[in-house]
């Protein structure tokens, strides 16, 4: 290609360099996959790269559009350019109560994404796991029921999305070094209603 040295090329490629995203693209012969330069996708060797000026060049040159980076869609279109859409999307379900950890690889299909990326994501944008984010939600949801209500204890854990109360006795205890008996003590509950509105204000990351 005119103009590309294959060296520096390939040095942006290695360095994932995001002032080249869209200037060239890299084709890789072994996979006949092409890629722009910020992609995350495992690192092609040099001698499997050649290098184009154009999306257009390189589908010409018989390679098939990277799933991961889009190289054929305007950038921020691809998954790549997504990690905050993608985190809020994992933090608005949690929020919603649609997402468990069994629906974990279903969430990352609907999103276009592998788990292992999601999961990524999630951790670079709030510091904690997909599950440690919905943990912590649950937990938080739970302290208020403890403290705002006067709910069985059965009834809080499954309130709050815990499927028993062995798991949240477990987990209460872990995060928070007391029974959840111990911190309903602590609170004197207000009369027990007859409906249970709970707003919650839920802003991650959490502590
Ligand atoms: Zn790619």
Known sequence: MTGLDPDSCYQAVLTRD?????????GVSTTRIYCRTVCSARMPQKKNCTFYGS??????????PCLLCRPELAPGQAPIDAPERLATAVARRIEEGTFTQQRFGQLAEELGVS?????????????????ELLQTHRLL???RLLTD???????????????????FN???????????????????PTPAPQHVVCELAYRPPLD
């Not at 995001?18 to 890299?26: K, M, Q, T, Y």
């Not at 788990?115 to 599950?131: D, K, T, W």
């Not at 209460?172 to 911190?183: D, G, I, V």
């Open 115 to 131: 788990e292992r990326h999601l999961r990524r994501v999630v951790q670079q944008a709030f510091g904690v796991s997909p599950i």
């Open 55 to 64: 999306a257009a060049a390189a589908e010409q040159a018989g390679f098939r």
């Open 18 to 26: 995001p002032r080249f995203d869209g200037i060239f693209f890299v």
């Open 170 to 188: 477990a987990l209460f205890r872990e995060r928070y070094r007391l029974n959840p008996s111990q911190l309903r003590q602590a609170k004197a």
């Open 149 to 167: 209500t006067a709910l069985p204890m059965a009834d809080v854990a499954y309130a709050s999305g815990f499927s028993s109360l062995r798991r």
């Open 141 to 143: 949801l739970a302290k």
